[in-house]
């Protein structure tokens, strides 16, 4: 290297290696990568647990404490009253003319923790089977209508988490059993579902689940897809039953795209919020937006909590899928896939399928749209007396307080929403640009340093933020944001959502970049083309089709997104916490306006993209390669 | 040990033939070797055999069973035709350890009076018909069997991830091998190893045949394996049964053009030449031209009448076609076998000329060309590889280039001149017109 004959002290000797080390483009980036992801990452999660040992102003625990802390630290007041009185104090609550004194924790811990533990363990369940029924048919066997089943099975993915909850409230909802006003059950054929059918775990549970399920069709489905079919012909040579072929050899084959939906599933059904919400249940998620009024530390110590899930989930995944048992599926050498007969069950199932996600895909759009035409929420007169229908919700141009409009005007017209549209167009484009671009790099500098601890820690900090329910990360942004004087600013929520939705991009960039022989590059360096030049003219084109779903995914998530960004601004800067406030008021027929423009506008913008690029939002979502 | 007999078997999609009405009959104990070049159909021939695949139509029987039949609308299905089945990429499943990939078939039997004898084997028609599974103890012994054939004792414990690709091919053969099946099936088994390991297997293989007696049907696109291992090979082109016979039939006797190039390492040499039949000769010698001015006498082992045989030919043909006109139309047509004639100048263009019953193709196999200093053809050394045992060596005789083998440690420098000869009676004729071989013989070149 250097004409210097002396032997290097071992400090420049350590410079040196540093000054190799960084040579490398991928090794710099992967460093300062390191450094910023743990801060984003890192960061919100230890303001949130400070959060549960500060006092704050007019809280429960400024009352309990009287103010007077226990150590001081700073300016601030620490205590620890939050967690003490949230697992030992006791609360007395008023329950017909009898007051009953119940535990803290039974009423703002034990019940929505389970609720919560059960619908995500239910929607796990749900959505694999939901979803793995579906991916055996499409891919090993002759059902008909394939292509079509497809693309609208991953409807109620890209849809607003929301939709089939308020479908689904629309549909069974009885003013005798739920009240409020009939659905469309109740009112054209007069049958009431009863209660345990219209709110709590179940609807919830199998809401999540048909949500959900595209996962699991998409993961499984790509194993599937390209499993060796040797493996199965193999068994059935030596005679093995069919279902024994299938618990022995297919099932074991299909785990690990098991085990990754669950582990995408069960953080994300935790930290759903719009879902119970709608649906009346108490977990977590409402319970901490129940709570944040007067109990905001303990509120956090909720959050904590399922953050906590969050990292049992990833040491579980860690566990389960190293060993040696681990092993690749997709050898597929032998195209011959032998595709199972259904005989006349084709025909059957076809129907049956393309009836179910006919009311998972399609009905929605049809009914929100129905809606925002019904003179008054829920009133279907319309069906006996078509004049009822009304434009009114669309066209009212002027301020008029009559009509129930209280004053808002028209959907079309109406500034408010359609600047919250374009805020959540903005926060989307930025989100998608910066999560895309850092997802990429840590994908491609991963992929570089395949064996490097480092590569691994920058990988998972990477992934975790998937992994930490939505409201969770909503709350440890919220409590940064309100430290920093951030709340309710674009900067806030552009932050919020890259963080979050990084892993879309690095897992899709992984995922392709992996399969990207280093060959190609070592040939360009051989040839002293630079790395910008690399990147720009061999890597980037080749895996153009993944990055651009890794820019895609974050684009539509954050579309539709309410979760994550409902505690960081107010109602009107985005359209979906828009959305929140007109369903809170009543205004049904603005909020089911909202979700169809919502909804209209994201299958626009897949479609173009998926026309235009081929890039596609399954293909992101597991990294699972068509 | 089991018959296996292929009539009028076809597999298409659409107008896309895999396989093309095959006639095929498979003896007792053979190890015949389904060969052909990639995308010929060899493979789906041997998955319809063990009813991985489903013919359009045919009959299929092993020993005097019908497996498929498709007028009277038989289908047995693959776990019912007791057969083993090798896969090209093994498909162990991943899994299970070796062992339980090697119970799993064996745990699976379920047939009256099953027992294992003392020799390790599973034997199917014991005295005891109420036994129909086998115990754990005997599915151990039978493990013991073929782990000691295939010689993977050490590794009963591991999972298939942990073992070489030598290792998982054995492994894949003692799974196959521990039901006892009577017939055993192979697809491209080694052509996954490395050179040295694929040598090694093939011999391990021809004993296995020996030492099971169960009858091997294996399909390979490598002529060298086809040739060591088999009996009787099956030559497939395009859909197309080419030749069925013995390899040396095969090597010595081919029935047309594409069968004589495919067989064979190095390959045949093709030669044009025009000449016309001594109507006088009682030989039935024939005059010929070739490699732009040499002249020679070709003589037939046995008298042949040229325009006999092709009107015997051309009968044959029309037959074959007025056979043909009932099935549906073949998308992928055959189109006549285009041989290489090696060349130090490809030709610019290749004007396409009217062939009649005087234009053949000379095939000389590269031992049949003789180095020798009084040879009667003079050329020049155009390259030269020597591997020891023997030197192939390319000529150069005017445009032409001649493949030739010569045995024993010799140094040939490239550029000098040598003379040769075209030795023995195995030089074939063929006719040009329509590709198929009309006799061997021996062709003595004019001084």
Known sequence: MSNNTSRPGSLSKRLNRVKTYLSKPQNAILLALGIMLTITTVFPMITILRDTVLIHPGSKDAVGTALESSFDFGSEKLTSYNWTNLFTGTITTRVGRTRVTRSVADVYLWTPLLNSVLISIFACFGSILYGGIFAYLVTRTNLKCKKYLSSIFIFPYIMPQWTLAVVWQNLFNSNVVTGGSNGLLANMFGITMPQWWCEGIFPVSVVLAIHYAPFAYILIGGIFRNMDANLEEAATILNSPRWKTFLRVTLPLIKPAILSTILLVFSSAMGSYPIPHYLKLNTLSTQYVAMKGDRIGQASILAVIMMLFGFIILIINQRTTSGRKNFTTVTGKSGQTSVVNLRAWKYILSVILILTTLATGILPIVLFAIETFLPNPGDYSFLTNASSLTSKWWLTSENITESGMYGNKGILYNQQIWNAFAGTLFVAICCALVAGTIGTLVGYCVSKNRRSKWAAYVNNMAFLPYLMPSLAVGVAFFVVGSNMGLYDTFLLLILAGTVKYIPFASRSALNSMMQLSGELEEAAIILDIPWWKRMTQIIIPIQKTSIISGYLLPFMTCLRELTLFMLLCGQGRIITTMLDYFDEMGLYAFSSGINLILIVSILIFNYFVNKLTGASLDSGIGGGKK | ?447
């Open chain 2, 1 to 447: 040990m089991a018959r296996i007999e292929l009539k009028n078997v076809t597999k298409r999609w659409g107008g896309y033939y895999a396989v093309e009405h095959l006639d095929l009959n498979i003896e007792e104990n053979a190890f015949v070797t389904l060969l052909g070049p990639s995308g010929c159909g060899k493979t789906t021939t041997l998955r319809m055999i063990a009813g991985l695949e489903t013919p359009t139509e045919g009959r299929i029987t092993i020993d005097d069973t019908v497996m498929f039949d498709s007028e009277l609308g038989i289908n047995i299905p693959p776990n019912k035709r007791r057969v083993g089945f090798l896969f090209q990429n093994y498909a162990l499943w991943p899994n299970m350890t070796v062992y339980q990939n090697i119970a799993f078939g064996l745990s699976n039997i379920n047939e009256p009076g099953v027992y294992v004898n003392d020799a390790g084997e599973v034997v199917r028609d014991g005295q005891d018909k109420s036994k129909l599974t086998l115990t754990k103890d005997e599915i151990k012994r039978v493990i013991d069997r073929v782990s000691a054939i295939v010689k993977i004792g050490p590794f009963l414990e591991r999972y298939p991830s942990e073992l070489s690709g030598g290792q998982q091919q054995r492994v894949a053969i003692a799974r196959t091998l521990a039901p006892s099946p009577k017939v055993l099936f192979m697809d491209e088994p080694l052509s996954n190893l490395d050179a040295k390991l694929r040598l090694e297997m093939r011999s391990e293989l021809q004993r296995l045949h020996l030492s099971t007696g169960s009858t091997f049907v294996y399909v390979t696109h490598d002529q060298m394996e086809a040739m060591t291992l088999a009996t009787k090979i099956c030559l497939i082109d395009n859909a197309r049964l080419q030749q069925y016979d013995e390899p040396l039939t095969i090597y010595s006797q081919p029935r047309n053009l594409f069968v004589a190039d495919f067989v064979g390492n190095p390959a045949v040499n093709f030669i044009e030449a025009t000449g016309v039949q001594n109507a006088s000769d009682s030989s039935s010698s024939i005059e010929l031209e070739f490699l732009d001015g040499f002249k020679g006498k070709f003589v037939p082992e046995s008298g042949v009448d040229l325009e006999a045989w092709h009107n015997h030919e051309a009968k044959l043909q029309a037959e074959d076609e007025a056979k043909r006109r009932g099935y549906v139309e073949k998308t992928n047509k055959d189109l006549p076998f285009k041989y290489n004639i090696a060349r130090v100048h490809e030709p610019e263009q290749t004007q396409t000329k009217q062939l009649t019953h005087n234009d053949f193709v000379i095939g000389i196999r590269p031992e049949f060309i003789k180095l020798s200093d009084d040879g009667k053809i003079e050329g020049e050394v155009f390259s030269a590889m020597p591997t020891g045992m023997e030197t192939t060596l390319k000529i150069r005789v005017g445009n032409f280039l001649l493949t030739a083998v010569a045995f024993g440690e010799m140094f040939y420098k490239i550029g000098t001149k040598v003379r040769m000869d075209f030795s023995g009676h195995r030089i074939m004729l063929f006719s040009r017109e329509n590709g198929m071989r009309i006799t061997n013989g021996e062709l003595i070149i004019n001084a």
